[in-house]
């Protein structure tokens, strides 16, 4: 139980175009999901939590503009890279709470998205 | 606001030895969870322990254990009889005690070689 999918798990785009990342809660519905980023070598930077049904909140210094989130179910979050350039080229991992069960507080994670802008 | 430290970049043990991570916290909550995460290699991200800050035992999930010094604010993880599956980065993590979805607060990893 308590997996989490990320689509794609790699993609390669040119400078302005836009890259839709999907994160899903396969087995357990998640009314709180939260988007990480990740350099080489370093650790998981908190980008934002997704609430279903109602708008992101961003981390400090985090563009909202530039990195959109949508919540729109229960079981699925997805991340959009707007306009990227080769700064935004990173791994992107999501996490997921379970509403209904599983230990307090737990975070499930995806397997990440490594995301390579030309 | 929380943060989290691990003061160990890099440990090497050799196959089979018991291996100590380190992690200090600093909060003014009380209620609290702590959590030791391993990224292997593949870079998913695999819970390995969680201990709430209100229970004086200490968690254990097989061969691993921690020492939850709640007073020095310290939670390091002890590894027994190392493998080397066990290669990884982990990273220890603090979330707040509070209602609702809390967000996870990552020390900087700690990047552990098992050597056969």
């Known amino acids: 139980g308590a997996v989490v999918s990320q689509h794609p798990s790699r993609v390669i785009c040119k400078s302005g175009t836009s890259v839709k990342i999907e994160c899903r809660s396969l087995?357990?519905?998640?009314?709180?999901m939260f988007w990480y980023r990740q350099f080489p070598k370093q650790s998981l930077m908190l980008m934002a939590t997704?609430?279903?049904?109602?708008?992101?909140?961003?981390e400090q210094g985090v563009e909202k503009d530039k990195f959109l989130i949508n919540h729109a179910s229960l079981t699925l979050s997805t991340l959009t890279v707007t306009s990227a350039h080769p700064e935004d080229s990173s791994f992107y991992i999501c996490s997921a709470r379970d509403l209904l069960g599983g230990p307090q507080e737990t975070q499930y994670f995806g397997p990440g998205t490594r995301l390579l802008v030309l | 606001a929380q943060t989290v430290t691990q003061s160990q970049p890099e440990m090497s043990v050799q196959e089979a030895e018991t291996v100590t991570l380190s992690c200090t916290y600093d909060?003014?909550?009380?209620?609290?969870?702590l959590f030791w995460y391993k990224q292997p290699p593949s870079r998913q991200m695999i819970l390995v322990i969680r201990q709430e800050a209100y229970k004086q035992q200490n968690a254990t999930e097989n061969r691993f254990s921690v020492n939850f010094q709640k007073a020095a604010k310290s939670f390091s993880l002890k590894i027994s009889d190392s493998q080397l599956g066990d290669t990884a980065m982990y990273f220890c993590?603090?979330?707040?005690?509070?209602?609702?979805?809390?967000?996870?607060?990552f020390g900087q990893g700690t990047r552990l070689t098992i050597n056969p």
């Open positions: 993590a603090f979330s707040r005690g509070l209602q609702g979805a809390q967000k996870l607060v």
């Open positions: 909060t003014s909550e009380s209620n609290y969870y």
């Open positions: 997704s609430n279903e049904g109602s708008k992101a909140t961003y």
């Open positions: 087995d357990f519905q998640a009314t709180t």
